[in-house]
């Protein structure tokens, strides 16, 4: 891929709002997170009151990793520290309220959420500015982390709360940090398919075998980004004879990723594209076993993306020691073991036991590639465009 290509931050801004599909004219008020669950459309609480955007005063510009540590890391920041938080959240109200709630009640810090889509939040930080209002970004994925890093607006974390989480599924830099893990999986149907006709590779799924056959959804925030990665891992000219491939295929286009599961489950398609946790979710609501499995790539293919929903904290936060407290409850144990049980994430923090439907996060290889890297979001959508995808 082609890495001299200058984007500047109005480049970037551009083409997250494209993601977000919304305009940036205004504030975003309690919005659902639009490649997650839909968010609870009930009014705010007192832990979720939207913020006003960019019209707050300038934040100061202290460093967030100057900090010092309010408990030691791994275990959840308890006791009174009071004060107050501002968020800017990519993850959607309905998934994340009640361990936010959870947070703020073992801290007593006044917490107020901003919620909307994840790329609408980068966006929205990036045009804010140093006069953002916001201490934390609580963000969907690493592309949108990155997005912000490089523009000089995420601290450096404190090096104890870093080496909590792997370095593959952190900021290399320590700017951002990795709170849950999301595997790239093939959600397919066990009556019409079996594991090993899974092909070694997610390249491969560009055989006349499966014609017909595959579902997509070339609009979801989540496939761009592994979208992204194949473009960062294999250059832009595999990553589009793959779309074509696939393309030409037949691959049935969805709306989301949980629509793709459904289809499988229902035997439209054979398999699709998604991200692991939509097929727990949907056999968790069941309370059954369903005719659908995911087969996670372990190989260090393009296909073994794990993408994390992560989080970063301003270089203008105010409350920085209360952004440090956000960030270490949400690599505690009691937090880590919320995401694996209630959103059916892989947890990132060793010690933590995974849902024994998924395959373990160590022994999955994932493909040598700096997460922050997924921000160059601009030249996948033209690629899609392109091949007449969006």
């Not at 100061?60 to 275990?75: D, I, L, M, R, V």
């Not at 194949?230 to 000219?237: H, M």
């Not at 373990?360 to 997460?371: A, S, V």
Request: charged share 20%; with cysteine.
């Amino acid at each position: 891929m082609n890495t001299n290509r200058s984007v500047s931050r109005r480049d970037i801004i551009r083409a997250l709002a494209a993601v977000a599909g919304a305009s940036l004219a205004g504030p975003v008020l309690a919005a659902c997170g639009g490649n997650e669950s839909p968010a609870s459309t009930a009014a705010p609480t007192a832990t979720s009151q939207a913020s006003t955007g960019g019209s707050g005063a300038a934040a100061t510009s202290t460093p967030a990793a100057t900090t010092p540590a309010s408990t030691p890391a791994g275990t959840p920041a308890t006791g009174t520290i009071g004060g107050s938080l501002t968020v800017y959240s990519g993850r959607s109200q309905q998934l994340v309220q009640k361990i936010v709630d959870e947070f703020a009640a073992a801290t007593g810090i006044d917490v107020k959420v901003r919620y909307g889509d994840t790329a609408e939040m980068a966006a929205a930080i990036l045009e804010e500015g140093k006069s953002s209002p916001a201490d934390i970004f609580f963000a969907q994925d690493a592309g949108a982390l990155g997005a912000v890093a490089r523009e000089g607006l995420l601290a450096e974390l404190p090096s104890d709360v870093l080496d909590l989480v792997e370095p593959r599924f952190r900021s290399p830099d320590g700017h951002w940090i990795g709170l849950s893990g999301r595997a790239r999986a093939v959600v397919y149907n066990t009556e019409r398919v079996k594991e090993s006709d899974i092909p070694p590779s997610i390249l491969d799924f560009t055989d006349p075998v499966w014609k017909d056959r595959l579902g997509w959804a070339p609009t979801n925030a989540s496939f761009q980004a592994a979208v992204t990665a194949i473009r960062v891992l294999r250059g832009d000219d595999v990553a589009r004879a793959w779309l074509e491939g696939i393309r030409d295929n037949g691959a049935r286009v969805y709306e989301n990723n949980d629509v793709i599961v459904s289809a499988v489950i229902a035997g439209e398609i054979d398999a699709g594209f998604v991200n692991h946790y939509y097929l727990e979710r949907q056999r968790a609501e069941a309370g059954r076993d369903l005719p659908a499995r995911n087969y996670i790539y372990r190989n260090g293919d393009p296909g073994a993306l794990v993408n994390v929903a992560g989080a970063g904290i301003l270089t203008t936060a105010k409350n920085q020691e209360q952004a440090i407290a956000f960030i270490r409850y949400m690599l505690s144990p009691e937090a880590q073991t919320y995401f694996a049980e209630e959103t059916h994430e892989y947890p990132l923090v060793a010690g933590v036991p995974t849902d024994p439907n998924l395959v373990p996060l160590n022994e999955i290889q994932t493909p040598d590639i700096d997460l922050s890297d997924l921000a160059d979001l601009e030249a996948t959508l033209e690629m899609l465009r392109d091949v007449g995808l969006l």
